[in-house]
């Protein structure tokens, strides 16, 4: 049997290992952490559980059709619920918001609060759905970087579709022309932050991330976001896949223009194939740097990063739900400070995941764990220490304010996540959490391909290759590279 060696255990990384392992090779997986799953991983403070990263779910068939693809019934090893309200919005004003799954009800919502017309939510997702089927198809489930994606019969017609899929205008503009209330423009301009990419200057070809949300749903894993790794690990080790955790790879072996395997600890291993999972930056600054570098690239912007306060706080706030948005009152100033400045906004949105609204093992009975997060800008060397301290002041005193409450005497226990600390644990350059930015029309084109175009038998998967960051695509990018490897 043939061997494959993987750099990192990244969720694409462990997707990588089950799709080679189905696929018959034996794989082994070298992971500088002692845990897998990465940015997909967990902490415990105390009597408190909190998912590390990612928080949001959507197209959860992403990951049954791992499990399905090694023959297994994908419930007996994961299972999540959909989600009746996909957000809370509340602003300083007063004013709140539930973004109720069932399409109706929200533009029903989004009339009685903010006097929109229903009309124009529904319109606003037929475009989005619209968007979706136009270049899913294209873009997500195929590699760019083969000559037949661009000559099949769906991408000629996208083609044919090229006006109307936002190409050509921002998320902000397309937002202003779709809703006429400037908070529903807000709260649709936010979608950019789910690829770390700025509204004012993303293309409105990024109004598809709503279609996930609101057409096809937000879910929850019954045992917390840390399940998707967790689940997808056990099954790769049920098909043989080989760990080593504690163990950086510090070099890829290349003999001759061919990857031969990797060496780790100092000591090589080799294999048929090799697959990196680690963020291409970082990659091409160690275990490639003796190769050549597509500088191009590598020198595109990278995603914005976030500061992640985990709180365990002793009261229980019955207005609040597993997913809440406290908008800043000056959205443009809050992106100018995070894409142009490099600093935090005084105001920021503050985004409150608390997995106890659903989970309630993970926080003990009449407490909550909150996750509270703020979109910063990746690390550029600022000071951070000075940055978070004056960003905790300000995220209480505005939960003070909307909640009328006291938030620094609830909290007690906390831990802080920030672009360095996400870069030092999974090697994501400057603590990008997506990779590459998506703020100009030809970010798809210049993500890396899936493949090394000069070192044969090297590929790679993750959030910062094609097709980009985030679970479903991250899935996706494993699922395009082992496509292209030869069984
Ligand atoms: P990563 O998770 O980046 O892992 C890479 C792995 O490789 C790590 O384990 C690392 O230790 C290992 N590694 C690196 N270098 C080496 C080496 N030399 N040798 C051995 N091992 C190495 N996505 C969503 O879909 N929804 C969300 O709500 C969401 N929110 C997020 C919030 C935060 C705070 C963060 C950080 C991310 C969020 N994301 C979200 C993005 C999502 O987490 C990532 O896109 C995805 O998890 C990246 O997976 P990956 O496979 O690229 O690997």
Redesign the pocket.
């Known amino acids: 049997t043939k061997k494959a060696l993987i750099?990192?255990?990244?969720?694409?990384?462990?997707a990588a290992a089950i799709r080679l392992a189905v696929k018959g090779f034996d794989v082994e997986v070298?992971?500088?952490?002692s845990y897998?799953?990465?940015?997909?991983s967990e902490i415990q403070l105390g009597e408190y559980r909190f998912d590390?990263?990612?928080?949001?779910?959507?197209l959860p068939e992403q990951v049954d059709a791992v499990f399905q693809l090694a023959g297994k019934e994908p419930k007996e090893y994961f299972a999540y619920d959909k989600l009746d309200v996909t957000c809370q919005y509340f602003w300083e004003d007063g004013t709140s918001l539930k973004a109720y799954a069932d399409l109706n009800r929200f533009a029903k919502e989004v009339q009685s609060k903010l006097g929109e017309a229903e009309l124009s939510i529904h319109e606003a997702l037929r475009q989005s759905a619209f968007i979706y089927n136009s270049l899913a198809p294209l873009f997500m489930n195929r590699s760019l970087h083969r000559f037949d994606t661009w000559t099949n019969p769906l991408a000629l017609k996208s083609y044919l579709r090229m006006g109307k899929l936002g190409i050509f205008s921002t998320m902000n503009e397309a937002n202003q022309k779709q809703f006429t209330h400037p908070k529903l423009i807000q709260l649709f301009n936010r979608y950019a932050t789910?690829n770390g990419s700025n509204p004012y200057e993303t293309p409105a070809t990024l109004n598809i991330i709503p279609h996930l949300e609101f057409n096809i749903g937000a879910f929850f894993p019954k045992k917390g976001?840390h399940d998707i790794t967790q689940s997808l690990f056990k099954l790769s080790e049920e098909l043989g896949v080989n760990y080593h955790f504690g163990?950086?790879?510090?070099r890829v072996l290349v003999e001759a223009g061919v990857a031969k395997g990797i060496r780790?600890k100092g000591e090589d291993h080799y294999a048929d194939l090799v697959v990196n999972?680690?963020?291409m930056v970082?990659?091409y600054k160690?275990?490639l740097k003796d190769q050549r570098q597509p500088k191009l690239l590598l020198k595109q912007a990278k995603s914005s990063?976030?500061l992640?306060f985990y709180w365990g706080v002793k009261r229980d706030f019955p207005e609040l739900d597993l997913h809440n948005i406290f908008f800043s009152d000056n959205y443009p100033l809050e992106f100018e400070h995070i894409f142009k400045r490099g600093t935090i906004y005084e105001d920021p949105t503050i985004y409150l995941n608390i997995t106890s609204t659903h989970k309630n093992d993970d926080a003990p009975a009449g407490c909550m764990n909150w996750f509270t997060?703020i979109n910063v800008p990746n690390n550029q060397g600022q000071d951070w220490d000075q940055m978070i301290a004056e960003a905790k002041r300000n995220i209480i005193h505005k939960l003070n304010r909307i909640l009328k409450t006291d938030v620094e005497s609830l909290i007690e226990v906390e831990e802080i996540?920030d672009p360095r600390t996400?870069e030092s644990?999974?090697?994501?350059a400057q603590g990008a959490?997506?990779?590459n930015s998506s703020n100009n029309k030809f970010a798809a084109f210049l993500r890396h391909a899936n493949y090394s175009s000069s070192i044969k038998n090297l590929y790679f998967?993750?959030?910062?290759v094609h097709p980009g960051?985030?679970?479903?695509?991250?899935l996706l990018?494993a699922k395009i590279m082992t496509e292209m490897v030869e069984g």
């Open positions: 750099i990192g255990s990244g969720i694409a990384g462990i070298f992971e500088g952490n897998p799953g990465g940015k997909l590390a990263g990612p928080s949001l779910f959507t789910y976001m163990q950086k790879v510090e780790a999972n680690m963020d970082n990659a160690t275990i990063s976030a992640i997060m996540l996400i644990k999974t090697s994501s959490l997506y990779g998967c993750g959030g910062s960051g985030g679970i479903p695509l991250c990018s």
